[in-house]
């Protein structure tokens, strides 16, 4: 079986992550947010992926080449304009339209059992299967009623909440028949979710509950959650296996002064200095050759490669985007988000969420709220 991964969409709600990187190479624990995904696929006996691509596409084709890094022979189609979902999967039809089919939206984190999904799918001879999850608040997401035998009774997307009678959504996953392309107008903008889905309601759709670990990390406390999914283990991903009983994983050799303290869960990207009096954790994960000075401490946040901290900065809930740097005595905390290449210098207190323009500089004692 073959499957199409979206990746066209813009990232809004990363932003400024998402400015510089496009969202499937946002790391997460250091690598690539989209190779998770790839490596799931492998694991379930998955050969071929097709990548839908529209924002910056560059540095996805780049990465991955032709997949066979990861086992897997890797396509790729950017749309010169969004099309959409389904338009986006009409666009390469001729790469998957020779059986059954898989589409993943590209920034799911799970560990859901394709194989079960796709056994499932055959079993009721199918048009369409919707993985379907559970979650607390259904309104940012495709809502899912099915019958009892699991056959999709309505889909609502991004539904109001009086609307709202299943704690059931969409988790971005699909096995699709190819008949379902001649329900797709080609070469046009036209959605899975406003168009597709609702037309097949009664005509061969069908709904596979999981409770597999599942997160889409479009918003930046989601990013940080599913960060702190990995490091406790909730979601079974390759990072596991680095995860020590202790829950301390070192990517490579790292230079750990004495007095430097690590509290764990947390995990190092190789090539970090990190020196006497700093302590990192619980909850960090630094990417590749950062430096962390004395007296810093990290945590429940993201740094991604390259990053600085000098003298006695506090990151606490926040992410700092590859490259930028903390000036003394600096508190980034309250799920702020420094940008690529940023430079904020000592003595500002960056809190309540505020996102910083990759590049800007931010003048010593600036900002102090
Ligand atoms: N190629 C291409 N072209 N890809 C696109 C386009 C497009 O025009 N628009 C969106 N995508 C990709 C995005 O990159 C993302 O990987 C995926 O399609 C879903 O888009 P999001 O923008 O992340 O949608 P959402 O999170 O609001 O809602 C979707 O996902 C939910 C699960 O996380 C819907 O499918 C919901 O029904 C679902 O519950
Ligand atoms: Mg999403």
Redesign the pocket.
Same mark, same amino acid.
């Given at each position: 079986m073959k499957a199409v991964?979206?990746?066209? =969409?813009?990232?809004t709600r990363l932003r400024p992550l998402t400015l510089t990187t496009p *969202?499937?190479m946002v790391p997460l624990a250091n690598k690539p947010f989209v190779s998770y995904v790839l490596e799931r696929l492998r694991d379930h006996g998955i050969s071929e992926v097709v990548f839908?691509?529209? &924002?910056l596409p560059d540095g996805i084709k780049s990465y991955f080449g032709d997949g066979s890094d990861f086992g897997l022979k890797v396509t790729y189609v950017t749309?010169d304009r969004?099309? =959409?979902?389904a338009?986006?999967v009409k #666009?390469v039809e001729e790469y998957v339209r020779d059986g059954d089919f898989l589409v993943l #939206?590209?920034?799911?984190l799970t560990d859901l059992d394709l194989r079960s999904l796709i056994d499932y799918h055959n079993s009721k001879d199918a048009v369409g299967t919707i993985a379907l999850t559970p979650v607390e608040d259904p309104t940012? &997401? =495709?809502l899912v009623r099915t019958g009892e035998d699991g056959a999709v009774l309505g889909f609502l997307? *991004?539904p109001s909440w009086d609307q709202i009678n299943t704690n059931l959504? #969409?988790?971005?996953t699909y096995v699709l028949k190819s008949e379902v392309f001649d329900l797709i107008p080609p070469g046009r903008?036209y959605s899975?979710?406003r168009g597709v889905f609702p037309q097949l309601v009664g005509k061969g759709l069908y709904g596979y509950r999981s409770d597999s670990y599942w997160m889409?990390i479009?918003t930046p406390e989601k990013y940080l959650q599913a960060h702190y999914d990995i490091l406790e283990k909730n979601v079974e991903t390759s990072v596991s296996d680095c995860l020590d009983q202790d829950f301390v994983c070192m990517q490579g050799e790292v230079h750990l002064e004495a007095g430097a303290k690590l509290v764990p869960p947390v995990i190092i990207g190789e090539g970090c200095v990190i020196k006497a009096g700093a302590r990192v954790g619980r909850m960090a994960i630094i990417g590749a050759g950062c430096t962390i000075e004395s007296g810093s401490v990290v945590e429940e946040s993201i740094l991604q490669e390259g990053c600085t901290l000098e003298e006695n900065v506090v990151v606490r809930h926040s992410i700092i985007a590859r490259g930028a740097s903390v000036g003394k005595g600096t508190i980034v905390a309250g799920g702020a988000i420094i940008g690529e290449g940023a430079r904020v210098e000592g003595d500002n207190i960056l809190t309540n969420h505020v996102r910083i323009y990759p590049g800007t500089v931010i003048r010593e004692g600036s900002i102090k709220f």
């Amino acid at each position: 079986m073959k499957a199409v991964i979206l990746v066209g =969409g813009q990232g809004t709600r990363l932003r400024p992550l998402t400015l510089t990187t496009p *969202k499937p190479m946002v790391p997460l624990a250091n690598k690539p947010f989209v190779s998770y995904v790839l490596e799931r696929l492998r694991d379930h006996g998955i050969s071929e992926v097709v990548f839908s691509m529209g &924002y910056l596409p560059d540095g996805i084709k780049s990465y991955f080449g032709d997949g066979s890094d990861f086992g897997l022979k890797v396509t790729y189609v950017t749309e010169d304009r969004p099309l =959409g979902t389904a338009g986006a999967v009409k #666009n390469v039809e001729e790469y998957v339209r020779d059986g059954d089919f898989l589409v993943l #939206n590209g920034d799911i984190l799970t560990d859901l059992d394709l194989r079960s999904l796709i056994d499932y799918h055959n079993s009721k001879d199918a048009v369409g299967t919707i993985a379907l999850t559970p979650v607390e608040d259904p309104t940012a &997401y =495709g809502l899912v009623r099915t019958g009892e035998d699991g056959a999709v009774l309505g889909f609502l997307e *991004k539904p109001s909440w009086d609307q709202i009678n299943t704690n059931l959504i #969409n988790a971005g996953t699909y096995v699709l028949k190819s008949e379902v392309f001649d329900l797709i107008p080609p070469g046009r903008e036209y959605s899975f979710e406003r168009g597709v889905f609702p037309q097949l309601v009664g005509k061969g759709l069908y709904g596979y509950r999981s409770d597999s670990y599942w997160m889409d990390i479009g918003t930046p406390e989601k990013y940080l959650q599913a960060h702190y999914d990995i490091l406790e283990k909730n979601v079974e991903t390759s990072v596991s296996d680095c995860l020590d009983q202790d829950f301390v994983c070192m990517q490579g050799e790292v230079h750990l002064e004495a007095g430097a303290k690590l509290v764990p869960p947390v995990i190092i990207g190789e090539g970090c200095v990190i020196k006497a009096g700093a302590r990192v954790g619980r909850m960090a994960i630094i990417g590749a050759g950062c430096t962390i000075e004395s007296g810093s401490v990290v945590e429940e946040s993201i740094l991604q490669e390259g990053c600085t901290l000098e003298e006695n900065v506090v990151v606490r809930h926040s992410i700092i985007a590859r490259g930028a740097s903390v000036g003394k005595g600096t508190i980034v905390a309250g799920g702020a988000i420094i940008g690529e290449g940023a430079r904020v210098e000592g003595d500002n207190i960056l809190t309540n969420h505020v996102r910083i323009y990759p590049g800007t500089v931010i003048r010593e004692g600036s900002i102090k709220f």
